[in-house]
């Protein structure tokens, strides 16, 4: 008698977990016959997986919508990852070609592909445009990215969008750690450590349901948020992401000028042209920039003067309670791009 009311919680727990797994599967089936999209909130959480190297990489044939309390676009990867129209190895004949690195600004965060300044760039230049840009990258993360996975486009120019976070990614961020030895560089031997499970990796691309319930635990999370903040500070058209924090540490100079002198060294010996641009950020960290490109003949564009007189006009650059840049400013973006490779004869 012991041993039989012994067993009943065990029973009854076993039954509450069959039902609990049947009620899961049965909204699982629900939510598809409903047509509910999968949707995220978290770029690196519904759009990426795990890579030892990179720390994560965009997931391939990902097809999600991306929203947030500011904005719902749809998000597709095609089979290697990138965002947008596939691009093939091969070269199309007599037709040139540009590869865009960077991070989530070169993604185009929280805006529609056909609205991302590298499409409005294909179409007005009449060249090909490689988006190849990753949520939350670091100068480290898109060096390897390009050595062991993009070089082989063969772009005739390749493009780097710097960003105020870069330097402090660099050297203390969630990816691949570089470190300079007697003014070289060496890199990491060790995988970079996961930023999210397996389990949660693998139910993200396979599970409606577990995709719906992360989302609206991140929209409620981020509601809260802006709440607090009174909303004063999500709604202005202010200078972006640019931290709050104090300047990079020299430390972190030595070591994204090392990472960037490989990329462009990368870049050369690929037979290709390289060049910088350079998002909005603390004047002095823009006259570092620029005087590291200059030291080493690499064409420069600061975004800052072309985002300034557009909001004269009256143009919103950015997303609104986000700091990402908008579909008027990926306009600008497009527009000051275009210029610049004009007049640096970048694709020529």
């Not at 993360?141 to 050595?147: A, G, I, R, S, V």
């Not at 772009?155 to 710097?162: E, I, K, R, Y």
């Not at 823009?286 to 690499?298: D, E, G, K, N």
């Not at 985002?307 to 579909?327: I, K, N, Q, Y």
């Amino acid at each position: 008698m012991a041993v039989a009311g012994r067993s009943r919680p065990v029973a009854t727990a076993a039954l509450a977990l069959a039902a609990t797994l049947v009620a899961l599967g049965m909204l699982e089936v629900g939510l598809r016959v409903a047509g509910v999209d999968p949707a995220s909130a978290h770029a690196i959480g519904g759009f990426t997986v795990y890579d030892p190297v990179l720390g994560w990489r965009l997931a391939p044939d990902r097809d999600a919508t991306f929203r947030t309390p500011s904005f719902a676009t749809r998000v597709v990867h095609g089979p290697t990852g990138l965002r947008g129209r596939p691009h093939p190895e091969a070269r199309t004949p007599g037709r040139r070609r540009l590869l865009v690195l960077g991070d989530s600004f070169v993604w185009c965060w929280g805006v529609p592909m056909e609205q991302c300044f590298t499409e409005r760039l294909e179409v007005r230049l009449g060249a090909e445009v490689v988006n190849a840009g990753v949520p939350a990258y670091s100068t480290a993360q898109e060096l390897l990215f390009y050595e062991r996975d993009l070089r082989r486009y063969r772009p005739d120019a390749v493009v780097l969008v710097v960003v105020p976070n870069d330097p402090f990614e660099n050297a203390e961020g969630y990816g691949p750690r570089f470190r300079l030895a007697n003014g070289a560089l060496v890199a990491p031997t060790t995988p970079v450590r996961r930023r999210k499970s397996v389990a949660g990796e693998w139910l993200q691309a396979h599970s409606r349901l577990w995709a719906q319930t992360t989302y609206l635990a991140a929209v409620l999370r981020d509601t809260v948020r802006m709440w607090r903040a009174a909303g004063v500070a999500h709604a202005a058209d202010g200078p972006g992401y640019t931290p709050d924090t104090a300047l990079p540490s020299e430390k972190s100079w030595a070591l994204t000028e090392a990472l960037l002198d490989r990329l462009a060294a990368d870049v050369r010996a690929d037979g290709a042209r390289f060049a910088v641009v350079l998002e909005e950020m603390p004047e002095p960290m823009i006259a570092r920039l620029r005087a590291w490109a200059a030291a080493r003949a690499v064409p420069c564009l600061p975004l800052g003067p072309a985002f300034t007189a557009a909001r004269e006009r009256g143009v919103r650059v950015r997303l609104r309670g986000d700091p990402h840049v908008g579909p008027d400013g990926q306009a600008v973006v497009a527009d000051a791009l275009a210029r610049f490779l004009d007049e640096t004869a970048l694709l020529r």
